[in-house]
């Protein structure tokens, strides 16, 4: 069997910055594999291109740049926002503006995104609403630890049910 749509795949990973030789920013093991339905448009599409047609107990190693990965950093996603959009009950959290927290939000449609606190004075605070790892290039190297086919409600749901996967 190889990876190809429709699979459940299970594999570890450990994930740099920039190379190789990176910093490490996330480590996943046998443990704690990232589980997922390839094909379903769930993961970044150029990380399940280098993972195509490889098979059980296969090692890899790959390097996906900004572009291909979380995107450039958008300078139109760090915004001021007037202080008082943080006020709960007439008053502000100082703890909550701390610079370095990140702050679930909603876009003016209703929809979840978190803005990481980067600068507050008095009147406001400026938040950066870039994915993360935008603007960074992303190491990855690991193995493939299981693969099967997708029940028919893992794809009908398009995500993976049970250990590692998603649970309704």
Do not use: C, W
Request: charged residues 20%; hydrophobic residues 40%; aromatic residues 6%.
């Amino acid at each position: 069997m190889i990876i190809s749509n429709n699979k459940v795949v299970s594999l570890t990973y450990e994930l740099k910055l920039d190379n190789a030789q990176g910093e490490i920013v996330e480590v996943t093991d046998s443990d704690s594999p990232l589980v997922f339905l390839y094909g379903a448009g769930n993961m970044l599409p150029k990380f399940e291109q280098n993972l195509a047609n490889l098979k059980l107990n296969d090692n890899f190693e790959f390097t996906l740049e900004a572009e291909d990965a979380y995107g450039p950093l958008i300078s139109e996603a760090i915004i001021e926002l007037p202080i008082d959009v943080f006020m709960v009950e007439g008053k502000i959290d100082p703890e909550m503006l701390r610079i370095g927290n990140v702050i679930p939000m909603q876009d003016n449609q209703g929809n979840p995104l978190e803005g990481l606190v980067i600068g507050v004075d008095e009147a406001s605070v400026k938040m950066d609403f870039n994915h993360p790892m935008a603007g960074k290039t992303l190491h990855f190297a690991g193995t493939i630890i299981d693969l099967r086919d997708a029940t028919e409600e893992e794809l009908s749901h398009g995500h993976v049910h049970g250990a590692h996967g998603h649970h309704h």
